[in-house]
């Protein structure tokens, strides 16, 4: 079983949707989520931490759910520069870092 | 701006070269960095944490003989496929985390090896 997983998508929205994209985990014990975004034949870029009390930053919210072990990624308003591709990222101890295949978001006009 | 710098960006070479990867941490010393691949639409798998002034340690499946790993200094960390052959093309990432608990990491640009 996978570490993450994800939809892979592609979820194609028009500009100003709202989009969600849930993420799962399987170890109990993980203890830092993220989300990051990876626009195509580019490097990861943090996007938002995830904490258990959910934490907005812009557009942007992101939801942990420990219980279900699953977390979450709202985009409001969507904007044509959103079209990227998102990992969830998860880790329990720091040093490994396991990421998710991504959801790949396409914004269209 | 970038925390973490990796060179070169774009490797095209034959099949037998041994290519040379580097990954700077820039204002800051990492005593841990992480080396990761990515083959198209798949997620990112981590290869092997490189850890200062000792040995990396690789995870499962990762052939420490064919991917070499040196981490001489506390800003640089370099990667060496030995003897690359085509299936060893793919996006290598290195990556660092700033400082010590629950802090993400930050990417390098990633290095792109095809191999003919």
């Known amino acids: 079983r996978k570490e993450v997983e994800q939809d892979p998508g592609p979820f194609n929205v028009p500009e100003g949707a709202t989009v969600a994209f849930n993420c799962t985990y399987s170890?109990?014990?993980?203890?830092?989520f993220f989300w990051y975004r990876q626009d195509c034949r580019k490097e990861p870029k943090l996007l938002m931490s995830?904490?258990?009390s959910g934490n907005e930053d812009g557009r942007f919210t992101a939801q942990l759910n420990r219980a279900s072990q699953y977390i979450s990624l709202l985009i409001r308003d969507s904007k044509l520069s959103d079209s990227a591709t998102y990992l969830c990222v998860v880790t329990y101890n720091f040093n490994k870092f396991y990421f998710g295949s991504g959801t790949k978001l396409n914004v269209k006009p | 701006g970038a925390v973490v710098s990796q060179h070169p960006s774009r490797v095209i070479c034959k099949s037998g070269t041994s290519v040379k990867i580097e990954c700077r941490s820039l204002?800051?010393?990492?005593?841990?960095m992480f080396w990761y691949r990515q083959f198209p639409k798949q997620s990112l798998m981590l290869m092997a944490t490189s850890n200062e002034g000792s040995k990396a340690t690789y995870e499962q499946g990762v052939e420490k003989d064919k991917f070499l790993i040196n981490h001489a200094s506390l800003t640089l960390s370099t990667l060496t496929v030995t003897s690359a052959h085509p299936e060893d093309s793919s996006f290598y990432i290195c990556?660092?985390?700033?400082?010590?608990?629950?802090?993400?990491?930050?990417f390098g640009d990633g290095t792109r090896l095809s191999i003919l």
């Open positions: 170890n109990s014990a993980s203890q830092s």
């Open positions: 990556s660092a985390r700033i400082g010590q608990g629950k802090l993400p990491q930050h």
């Open positions: 995830v904490y258990s």
């Open positions: 204002d800051f010393q990492a005593t841990t």
